[in-house]
């Protein structure tokens, strides 16, 4: 069974610039999660999605980040414009419902610098 | 607000030596735990998790965890680490009711032959 994807796996951008990060989770799972892990910190909850609908984005920074999952499958997730401050791993995951009994399934994040 | 506390944020140990790896948590109501285990350059992978039931649960690759409600704690521990298990590990919790995981900062375990 292939796990969650995502690209790119690496980028470098300047301050002011936008950058998209795309995800796809493991086929048939309805929820899909995007974080952000800054250096030395665990995962933070950017926001939820529950087959196209959001569940919970109450920390994600609507002023400059925003995400979508149009066909309730794959996702993507945006910034514009960047700060230095979002230099992190984007981590993309999904599981089967949100149950507590799912298990989130995590692709190998997206390395994000930004000069 | 739920919060998780690992209270080491690096732990070096040898080879075929025990390893305890401890978090501490803070919440008003029940709680769900999580242990998971980040390999470079790699996502997060779920190690155990405490649900309900038995306060010792045994998870992969020879970890294990108990859950204890009056010390509000979910210490990890294995009784002889490989160098395989040089990795970052967090512990998590995702309070009754809630949909959303809270980590905790991490702890990388390095070991030394």
């Known amino acids: 069974e292939a796990g969650v994807a995502q690209s790119p796996r690496y980028k470098i951008i300047e301050k002011r610039q936008s950058v998209a990060f795309w995800c796809n989770p493991i086929s048939g799972h309805a929820t899909l999660y995007w974080y952000q892990q800054i250096l030395g910190q665990g995962p933070k909850l950017l926001i939820q999605f529950q087959n196209n609908g959001v569940v919970d984005d109450s920390q994600l920074p609507k002023d400059r980040f925003s995400a979508e999952r149009l066909k309730g499958v794959d996702s993507t997730l945006k910034i514009q414009p960047a700060k230095l401050e979002d230099s992190a791993v984007y981590l993309c995951a999904s599981s089967l419902g949100a149950t507590i009994t799912d298990t989130q399934y995590f692709g190998p994040g997206t390395r994000l610098t930004v000069l | 607000a739920q919060s998780v506390t690992q209270l080491d944020s690096q732990v070096p140990v040898f080879e075929e030596a025990p390893v305890e790896l401890r978090c501490n948590y803070s919440?008003?109501?029940?709680?769900?735990l999580f242990w998971y285990v980040q390999y470079p350059n790699q996502g997060l992978q779920l190690l155990l998790k405490y649900l309900s039931g038995s306060t010792l649960v045994k998870g992969i690759n020879g970890f294990e965890a108990e859950f204890n409600k009056s010390q509000t704690s979910f210490h990890l521990r294995k009784p002889s680490v490989h160098i395989s298990d040089t990795a970052e590990y967090f512990c998590a919790v995702k309070v009754r009711g809630a949909q959303k995981l809270v980590f905790g900062q991490g702890t990388r375990l390095t070991i030394n032959p």
């Open positions: 919440s008003s109501v029940s709680v769900y």
